[in-house]
């Protein structure tokens, strides 16, 4: 089922609450993880779900043990987290999950011995061996290796609860001279290209945002995955965005690249979180 994982998550785990993977540690409420994938985090994307509890960690799935990364010894390229103690298991079609920020001293032997291992077998405790700085979390990612791409874990796992509540925030327009433009403020614009931007949530992030004028769609970033390109992790739109171009500061994130044309329009934003539960914002501008 794995084979095409990046081509059918939203339609087969959305559409018909099927998921691939179990809980890595105790079902945690939706809106109470410390960090969610495809935030900004210090200077890149988080591709990373960071539990809030400390717990005994399992084995989301079945697989094999390829990497035991004790503290900070390692350096794993585009694995663009100091993972702490971690281990790495490689599952099937080239799926691999890591589970950071281990404490080193719990890390079972029998595990690190096995050729297999079953799903939830037992890993270790969280620890506070990564950056996180005290926080005895799991730190949790999921890699398709062969694609070179970070999946979303919560794509794969069963939710529980209801989600953090997102708004789509204070809209602004950047145009090619660099200069913002606040829409709650501004309503008249010279024709040309924009890029659009929302205010930054500090925890929730969207799962999808959409960007339609005049009724018509012009992007849809997506949080299900991110891709690795040239060596950095990118979320994909109509292009791949770096986290200087999703994040350009700690207080926006990109919504579209957007071209206005003379007259009226009318510019909404949408977005929704990985229930499906969506809020739109609707301005009208005049463009000469």
Same mark, same amino acid.
């Given at each position: ?75 794993? %390229? ?16 080239? +799926? ?26 037992? +890993? ?96 849809? +970033? ?40 003379? %007259? ?9 979180? +990985?229930? %499906? ?12």
């Amino acid at each position: 089922m794995r084979k095409n994982i990046l081509k059918v998550f939203s339609l087969f785990f959305f559409s018909l609450n099927v998921f691939a993977f179990d809980w890595p540690q105790h079902e945690t409420a939706s809106d109470s993880f410390f960090s969610y994938f495809g935030q900004l985090r210090g200077s890149t994307i988080s591709s990373s779900l960071v539990f809030r509890d400390s717990s005994d960690v399992k084995a989301s799935d079945s697989g094999e043990v390829a990497i035991y990364i004790r503290e900070h010894s390692d350096d794993f %390229g585009w694995f663009e987290s100091t993972l702490g103690s971690a281990l790495v298991l490689s599952h099937a079609d080239s +799926i691999m999950t890591v589970y950071g920020n281990l404490d080193e001293g719990t890390v079972s032997s029998l595990i690190l011995e096995s050729d297999h291992v079953d799903t939830g077998m037992f +890993i270790g405790e969280s620890g506070n061996s990564a950056w996180q700085n005290g926080e005895n979390s799991l730190e949790f990612q999921v890699f398709d290796v062969k694609n070179s791409t970070s999946i979303n874990p919560r794509v794969l796992m069963p939710r529980v609860g209801k989600e953090l509540s997102l708004n789509v925030g204070d809209l602004t327009l950047r145009g090619k001279n660099g200069a913002d433009h606040r829409l709650v403020w501004e309503k008249y614009f010279p024709s040309g290209t924009y890029s659009l931007y929302r205010e930054r949530q500090d925890v929730a992030v969207p799962y999808r945002t959409v960007v339609a004028i005049n009724g018509a769609t012009v992007e849809s +970033i997506s949080y299900d995955t991110l891709s690795e390109k040239n060596g950095r992790l990118c979320a994909g739109g109509n292009d791949y965005y770096p986290v200087e171009v999703l994040y350009p500061d700690s207080k926006k994130q990109l919504l579209a690249n957007i071209l206005l044309t003379r %007259g009226h329009n009318t510019l909404s934003v949408t977005v929704t979180d +990985i229930l %499906g539960a969506s809020h739109t914002l609707t301005y009208n501008i005049d463009v000469n």
